[in-house]
C-alpha cells in the first residue's frame, strides 16, 4: 500500500483523471473532495460491502427458495404500484452492445 | 449477418434461447459481479410480482428481483442525472427500478434497497446503483440491509 501525507488543501491526482483534495480534517474526520469522470464510479466502502454482500446472498436463492418465502404471500396486484415492473417486449429494440450473440 | 443463435443452460431455468431483443445490459455490472453484463429477465413462476435476472455469462448466476415500488407504492428514490448516465431516458423519463431480493435461511425476504437497479427498458440498459446514506426513501421503509420483509413461510 503506498502511503503519503496530505496537508488541508493539498490533492492527490490517480492517473490523469482522478484527483482527490483534503477540504478539512476535523477530529478524527477528513473531509475530501473526489473529482473524477462520470465512468468512474465513487463508493464509500462500506456501503459499496454491504451492497455486494447483498447481491451474493440474493445469487444463493434457488427457485425453490424463493417459491417457498412466497408461498403464504399473495401476489401484489399491479394496481397497487403506480409505476409497475414493466417488462421489455419484442417489439422494443435494444441498443448499444446488448445485441450482440452470446460468447461462446 | 446471421447471427448465430443464443442458447444458455441455466441452472434454474433449464435452456434459454434468449433473442437479442431481449437482453438486458447493466452497463457497470452488479456490484461484486463486475464481469456480469448481461442478463435475461425471467419470470418466477406463477409470480407477476417478482423475477430473475439470469446472467447470460455464467448460467449458474441468477438474482431474484422485485419493484419495490409493487410492495411499498409510497416508495421514492431521487435519482441524479449521474445515476441515470448512460441508460438513454429522454428527458424528464423516469427510470424503471428493480431490487435484487435473498431469502434468508430463517425465512421471508429481504429486499436490498440500498442498492436499486435502474433500467431504460426500452433501451434495455441498466446500472445498479450504491445509494449515499440518507438516500430518500420513505421512513417507513428501511433502506437499511436489515430484513424489511417478512413473510413468514410457515
Known amino acids: 500500500m503506498l502511503l503519503l501525507s496530505r496537508r488541508k488543501g493539498e490533492s492527490l491526482l490517480i492517473g490523469d483523471t482522478v484527483e482527490i483534495t483534503v477540504l478539512a480534517v476535523e477530529g478524527g474526520n477528513v473531509r475530501l473532495g473526489i473529482r473524477a469522470p462520470g465512468a468512474v464510479p465513487v463508493y464509500r466502502r462500506e456501503l459499496y460491502e454491504a451492497i455486494r454482500s447483498e447481491n451474493r446472498d440474493s445469487a444463493a436463492a434457488g427457485v425453490e427458495d424463493l417459491s417457498r418465502a412466497l408461498a403464504r404471500r399473495p401476489v401484489t396486484p399491479r394496481s397497487a404500484a403506480p409505476a409497475p415492473v414493466r417488462r421489455p417486449r419484442r417489439g422494443d429494440r435494444p441498443s448499444g452492445p446488448s445485441d450482440g450473440p452470446l460468447p461462446s | ?154
Open chain 2, 1 to 154: 449477418m446471421t447471427r448465430r443463435p443464443s442458447v444458455l443452460k441455466s441452472t434454474r431455468f433449464g435452456v434459454l434461447r434468449p433473442d437479442a431483443g431481449s437482453i438486458l445490459t447493466l452497463i457497470d455490472g452488479l456490484v461484486g459481479f463486475p464481469d456480469q453484463r448481461r442478463f435475461l429477465l425471467v419470470d418466477h413462476a406463477g409470480r407477476e410480482d417478482f423475477g430473475w435476472l439470469q446472467s447470460l455469462e455464467d448460467g449458474g448466476l441468477a438474482f431474484p428481483v422485485t419493484d419495490p415500488r409493487r410492495h411499498w407504492p409510497e416508495c421514492r428514490y431521487a435519482f441524479s442525472a449521474d445515476d441515470l448516465r448512460g441508460l438513454d431516458l429522454a428527458p424528464g423519463e423516469d427510470p424503471d427500478v428493480l431490487v435484487t431480493v435473498s431469502v434468508p435461511a430463517g425465512g421471508g425476504l429481504r429486499l436490498n434497497l440500498g442498492g436499486p437497479l435502474v433500467f431504460n427498458f426500452r433501451r434495455r440498459r441498466g446500472r445498479q446503483l450504491v445509494q449515499a446514506p440518507g438516500a430518500p426513501v420513505p421512513a417507513a421503509l428501511p433502506c437499511s440491509f436489515s430484513p424489511v420483509e417478512k413473510a413468514k413461510a410457515s
